[in-house]
């Protein structure tokens, strides 16, 4: 028996998962208070630290979708964010970044790198999604890189709210959120072709949307658990 597919055109497609903004961790409870200028030191502290497990996992993650991904052209776009990351060389890149905020922020290295602070429901969200990367076909993994779409926006408010709320950071601090600014609409405009180009039927549109949608899970998990490792 021949089973029929309806697709959703492509712009219907982008529209459904354009319309996951609505489950974006920037509406989370801990991020309006962040960008509200409401946390103390010792909330904006645990935050940093606790992200950056999320931070050095993420070249991990895409290292994983690499190794699924049988399209030479695919990665030789991709491989950038591995080094986006990384950097090159030592005191380079988003990680060495992040650490500097952390040392901004009055958190030393050491004390970042060790996860002293790390909180299991943190560990737990982001293994998940490194795990799904490994696991899921490529194409899915992608998809669930998506809510970088979302990104910008919030790094815009979080970088004025970090200037106007909380001056006792170090701006030199905020280097990481700049880069991201430019870094974040290129990553997404490459994932989006990528989805749009392999999910022609809908049931692959459905699979990126549930991708997108667990991503969305997995970063919404992140803030409930340093939100309740630090309460107000
Ligand atoms: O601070 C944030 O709110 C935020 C969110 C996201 C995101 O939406 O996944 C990423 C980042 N930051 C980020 O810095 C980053 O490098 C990044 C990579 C990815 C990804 O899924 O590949 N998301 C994000």
């Known amino acids: 028996m ?3 597919t309806t697709t959703t055109g492509a712009d219907g497609f982008v529209e459904i998962l354009q319309a996951h903004s609505r489950r974006y961790h920037d ?10 200028g409401r946390l103390s030191r010792r909330q904006i502290r645990g935050w940093v630290a606790n992200r950056f497990y999320y931070q050095e996992n993420i070249p991990r993650k895409d290292a994983a979708i690499l190794s699924n991904c049988p399209d030479l052209e695919v990665r030789r776009r991709w491989i950038r964010r591995i080094i986006d990351h990384d950097g090159n060389a ?15 922020a009055g ?15 943190v ?13 899921r076909p490529w194409v899915e993994a992608v998809a669930s890189s998506l809510t970088e779409l979302f990104a910008p926006n919030l ?26 600014l ?10 989006l072709e990528v989805v749009t180009a392999h999910c022609l039927s809908a049931e692959s549109q459905a699979r990126a949307v549930d991708a997108l949608s667990f991503k969305c899970d997995v970063l919404w998990s992140l803030m409930d658990a340093i939100d309740q490792a630090y309460p107000e």
């Open 2 to 4: 021949m089973t029929t």
């Open 27 to 36: 509406q989370h409870p801990f991020h309006v208070r962040m960008n509200a």
């Open 90 to 104: 030592g005191g380079e890149g988003g990680i060495e970044a992040w650490l500097r905020l952390g040392e901004a």
């Open 107 to 121: 958190l030393t290295r050491e004390e970042v790198k060790d996860h002293r602070h790390l909180v299991p429901g």
């Open 123 to 135: 560990r737990f969200a982001v293994d998940a999604y490194v795990n799904f990367a490994r696991t």
């Open 155 to 180: 790094m815009a408010a979080r970088l004025a709210a970090f200037e106007r709320w909380y001056p006792w950071i170090d701006p030199e601090g905020l280097v990481y959120f700049r880069a991201r």
């Open 182 to 191: 430019e870094q974040a609409p290129r990553d997404c405009e490459h994932a």
